[in-house]
């Protein structure tokens, strides 16, 4: 099991030039749990993941690591702790998946030295994990969408942090690749004991898959808790502005949205 | 020990055996096209007059063809050779576009400028020549870098601005050249592509020197630049302070290229093949600053020997790398924009 | 609804056309007195009425004046040329960057000029205007096709890469060509660098045609070419034939750069310059911005041939320097200002 660190977010304040997107959220990620952050598009829910994991500077506030803050903390010490995968990260040309997966054991490595064993096992444990050992010599170039997408969180997963963020993870995929990929998050989760924290777009997979959900709007958090305590009809209205139904999803025992447009009432 | 890990770890292995070999393969053949370059001329000199010329032998008449001519003319192709190899995959791994490269966004166009200016206006002695061509080179990284930042940062944007610097460094060079009235042509090609006549030993020094201390601190980096490959964000969250890293890359790079520059003038397109030829021979699984340096090397050596012999007349070396490197510029923008990348 | 036609086509005038032709006239006055005055020799008023007006007085300031009218003849036309070209090509790649230099068309008109010259023994203008046309051509639809690739078509980006590219590879020839050959590079040189210092009345006269043919097709194109900047599909529902008006405006395009960098040598970023200003100005309609971008060029490049003079006295700077100079920065600050996804 991983350890168990806590990690919270103090008045965070943040944005981009003079515009503020995140106004003073205080919240605290629950250890060995997966929370998903779910909102509109640009109420800020990206940016907090961003300066919650050292990719954004925060204008006031602090995001802190077991007490201290994220943002004094030496860059490798704290990529031993908290791995992120980004939104779009970007394919190095002609580069083996193996090595690819590779590099995410950086935080790990003296600059000088070569691969450890420690580095293999733990590369080879992300393949695998990730169901891609077969591609493993294969040029990332030749693979699908889906394929690449597992290649990344293999990378993230080869860096053995005990927090992981993913930032919309199954954008642009396939509705079975979205499922494939939260199975295997979930499964690393109860295997390991990840924290997982990341964005999703979907409201219903967001209630099946998280463990706890923060709903953030207009850059504050409005709501936090279980999916089946706090979704329900007056939360999706208030921060997603649209009328719906909520019913027990019967394959899953949670929360299911059903929108109400103009036409189907 | 499972099946995936002694998989992976033969298979790297194997590409890292064949990154070492095909490293030094390249190594041998810059030290023969070296040897070469020594060897030939209006007089052929076999091997043992050249090795006993250079360790300070009397051999009748060879002393002045090899020593004085032929020796400062391969130390300067090769020392800048490497330096722009290097340079230019600095910036193109950095950049993550290999378009994103020296000679097209303007950099050596900067160091050529400030060295002509020292030169032609100032007179000045080869040290402030070669301080300028850094200050020059460096000057102009932060100008692009302030007007492509802008509001939003884009490579795109990067090298328009790159190629309008460029055209409007050129515009000065030529004002300069009729300044000085120096309108002959090898002058101006010199500082326009390159080239390699007339070298001078002790115009080779701070070149050299910059190459062996920055090459180690560039290779000592390589490890980070690779990270920097994968994006702001993936290097961020990987441990890399990015900016101190691209700080050091781009200063480090800057340097021996401007002083490469200072040294043969920015020789055409040598920047801009090195990186791309050294991924397609080895991959991108480790770093390629070596590699891409020998491939410099090889590259401004072989087409100095073209341009010296092969045909009736002698044509500068920027002049032969131009021809070389221009239709494979060509050839990488039809696959980049077949693939949509831009 | 079918019956509902755009029959009549109104003519609405931009808002300050008028205006801003009424400016560029006077500036153009004010251009054409500066470009008799200023030179390495200055000249005395009496000197500029005799050279003027008593064609039978042979002073020698009379002889500088009309060398000095001459020449700024020459260089308006040239100017205009370049102003409709790169108007014209501005709106054939649907890009606000195009213009003979970035896209490399000038230096496909050096590399054939070069090849006459060492080849073929070609020495007189009238011989140079048909080469260079047609390695003007030629190079034009090289790179266009080149930078239009991929599913993005002709992005800015694209296509002044392509044309750097070209530049690069037709420059090494260039050069490969006139080494060996100290004859031609002498010949060569001074055509090189970008002059108006060689107009001529014989010059002249051998340019009108291409320049009243060039500027014919535009104006005949104009209309095809607005259809042709909401798109390709709009303009084929538009009932515009957009390959045969493309290929007609790029025609138009290159008679007009290519017989002024024949005469003048390759002189860059006029028409990107003039295009932009007037655009930015009177808005995107391309039938006044033709006239409008004339204007504006001849009076660009006949300013700078005036700077040139100043600036390089005792001799001349070469006006193809001083362009260079003020139009690269219109470069970067077109990239600036575009939207990344214009890019």
């Known amino acids: 099991m991983k350890d168990t660190h806590t990690l919270e977010a103090v008045g965070l304040t943040a944005g981009y030039d003079n515009k503020t997107i995140l106004q003073n959220v205080n919240l605290s990620i629950p250890a060995n749990k997966i929370s998903i952050i779910i909102g509109a598009n640009g109420c800020g829910k990206s940016t907090l993941l961003k300066t919650m994991s050292r990719l954004m500077k925060p204008t006031s506030g602090q995001a802190l690591l077991d007490g201290k803050s994220i943002h004094t903390m030496p860059p490798k010490k704290l990529a031993r702790v908290l791995g992120l995968l980004p939104q779009s990260p970007i394919v190095p ?171 189907h009432q | 020990m499972n099946n995936t890990m002694l998989h992976i770890q033969q298979s790297r292995q194997k ?141 795109g944007r990067l090298i328009l601005i790159g190629i309008g610097i460029q055209a409007m460094l050129n515009a000065f060079i030529s004002y300069l050249m009729l300044l000085a009235n120096t309108h002959d042509i090898p002058t101006a090609l010199r500082w326009l592509s390159g080239s390699l006549n007339g070298m001078k030993l002790e115009s080779t020094y701070p070149l050299i020197i910059a190459v062996i201390i920055m090459t180690p601190l560039l290779l000592y980096f390589s490890k980070r630049l690779s990270m920097l490959e994968l994006g702001e964000q993936a290097a961020t969250s990987l441990g890399v302070d990015t900016n101190r890293t691209r700080i050091v890359l781009i200063v480090g790079a800057v340097i021996i290229l401007a002083l490469a520059t200072a040294t043969t003038g920015p020789i055409a397109f040598v920047a801009f093949l090195a990186g791309p030829i050294a991924q397609r021979l080895v991959g991108s699984d480790f770093s390629n600053v070596l590699p891409a340096g020998l491939i410099g090397i090889i590259l401004v050596l072989a087409a100095d020997l073209i341009g010296q012999f092969a045909f009736s007349v002698r044509y500068p070396v920027g002049v032969i790398t131009g021809i070389i490197g221009a239709p494979y510029l060509i050839y990488l923008l039809i696959r980049i924009n077949r693939k949509g990348d831009l | 609804m079918g019956d509902v036609q755009v029959t009549k086509r109104q003519i609405i005038l931009p808002k300050h056309f008028w205006k801003v032709a009424i400016l560029l006239s006077l500036l153009l006055l004010v251009t054409i007195a500066a470009s008799f005055i200023f030179g390495s020799r200055t000249i005395s008023m009496a000197g500029l009425m005799d050279g003027l007006f008593h064609p039978d007085v042979t002073s020698h300031e009379a002889s500088v004046i009309r060398q000095r009218i001459v020449r700024t003849i020459f260089s308006l036309l040239c100017g205009a040329a370049l102003g409709v070209a790169g108007a014209l090509m501005q709106a054939v790649t649907r890009n606000p960057i195009a213009d003979p230099s970035i896209l490399g068309v000038n230096t496909g008109a050096s590399l054939f000029v070069v090849c006459g010259i060492a080849f073929f023994n070609i020495s ?154 007037v655009r930015l100005v009177i808005g995107p309609d391309i039938r006044f911005i033709l006239p409008l971008s004339a204007l504006t060029g001849a009076i660009i490049l006949t300013i700078a041939d005036v700077c040139g003079r100043l600036l390089g006295s005792p001799g001349e700077l070469e006006v193809g320097i001083l362009t260079a100079f003020i139009g690269a920065p219109i470069l970067i600050l077109i990239t600036m200002k575009a939207k990344m996804r214009a890019l």
């Open chain 1, 93 to 263: 040309e002609g580069i083996t998946v193996a090595d690819l997966v590779g590099r995410g054991r950086f935080p790990h490595q003296t600059l000088l030295k070569g691969w450890s064993k420690q580095d293999y096992e733990a590369v080879a444990e992300a393949l695998d994990m990730m169901n891609i050992a077969e591609f493993a010599d294969r040029s990332i170039d030749e693979l699908s969408g889906g394929q690449r997408q597992r290649v990344w969180i293999a990378m993230a997963l080869a860096q053995q942090t005990d927090i992981l963020f993913l930032d919309e993870p199954t954008t642009y995929l396939d509705i079975t690749y979205q499922i494939e990929i939260l199975d295997l998050l979930m499964e690393l989760n109860e295997k390991h004991g990840t924290t997982i924290v990341m964005v999703l777009h979907d409201i219903n997979l967001s209630a099946r898959y998280a463990h706890h959900l923060f709903a953030v709007k207009n850059g504050q958090l409005v709501a936090e808790g279980a999916p089946s305590d706090i979704v329900n009809e007056q939360l999706i209205e208030d921060i997603f502005s649209l009328k719906c139904r909520v019913m027990n999803d019967p394959v899953s025992n949670t929360p299911l949205i059903l929108p109400i447009g103009k036409f």
């Open chain 3, 124 to 277: 007189t203008a009238n011989e140079y205007i048909w080469l260079a046309i047609a390695g003007a051509f030629i190079t034009a639809i090289f790179v266009f096709t080149i930078g239009s690739l991929g599913a993005s078509g002709a992005t800015p980006l694209k296509l002044v890469l392509a044309g750097a590219a070209t530049s690069a590879i037709l420059s090494s020839l260039v050069t490969a060509i006139m080494i060996p050959r100290t004859n031609v590079m002498d010949e060569f040189r001074f055509w090189q660098v970008g002059s108006v210092g060689s107009g001529s009345w014989d010059n002249i006269l051998l340019f009108l045609p291409f320049l009243i043919v060039g500027i014919v097709i535009a104006l005949l194109t104009a209309p095809a070419l607005n259809a042709l900047a909401l798109g390709d599909e709009v303009a084929t529902g538009l009932g515009v034939n957009t390959v045969t008006i493309r290929l007609f405006a790029a025609v138009g395009a290159v008679l007009l750069c290519g017989a002024a960098t024949a005469l003048a040598g390759p002189i860059g970023f006029i028409g990107l310059l003039a295009t932009h200003v």
């Open chain 2, 15 to 155: 590409r890292k055996r064949r990154y070492i070999a095909i490293t030094s393969l390249l190594a041998c053949i810059a030290l023969l096209l070296c040897g070469t370059m020594l060897m030939l001329g209006n007089t052929i000199y076999p091997v043992r007059d050249v090795v006993r010329v250079l360790l300070g032998h009397d051999v009748d008449g060879a002393n002045f063809a090899i020593g004085t001519i032929r020796l400062p003319r391969m130390l300067a192709g090769a020392f800048a050779g490497f330096a722009f190899g290097v340079g230019g995959y600095v910036f193109q791994t950095m950049l993550r576009n290999p378009l994103a490269n020296p000679n097209v966004i303007g950099i050596t166009a900067g160091s050529s400028a400030a060295a002509v200016f020292c030169i032609v206006v100032l007179q000045a002695s080869n040290t402030v020549i070669s301080i300028a061509s850094v200050v020059g080179g460096l000057a102009t990284v932060l100008i692009i870098y302030v007007l492509a930042k802008g509001a939003s940062f884009s490579i």
